[in-house]
């Protein structure tokens, strides 16, 4: 009897890494059977396995995709600015009618 791990999950589809940046804004992404530019070994493409905000959750959550993959490339997609101390930049306009 097969265990729910040993069960075959099928991948995502291939997707080019502007896509994947705009899908997960400010979370850790593992991906899967990257490819880059042969100029400037840029990665282009690639099949998102897992992303989270959590870095450890990734460490943590079982992996059944990874079988299924020859190379694997996590990176975090920053989005917002931050300080030196991990603090969130926000910009505002000092004749902004909105802020009080």
Request: proline letters at 6%; glycine letters at 4%; a positive charge.
């Amino acid at each position: 009897m097969k265990s729910i791990e040993d069960s075959v999950t099928a991948l995502p589809e291939r997707r080019s890494i502007d896509d994947i940046k705009k899908s997960y804004p400010d979370e850790w992404i593992l991906v899967g059977d990257h490819e880059k530019d042969e100029l400037d070994m840029e990665f282009r493409t690639g099949i998102v396995l897992y992303h989270s905000p959590d870095k450890r959750e990734l460490a943590y959550r079982p992996k059944p995709l990874l079988k299924q993959v020859k190379s694997t490339y996590l990176f975090f997609n920053r989005v917002t600015p931050r300080t030196s101390s991990g603090r969130a930049i926000v910009s505002i306009r000092k004749n902004d009618a909105s802020i009080c």
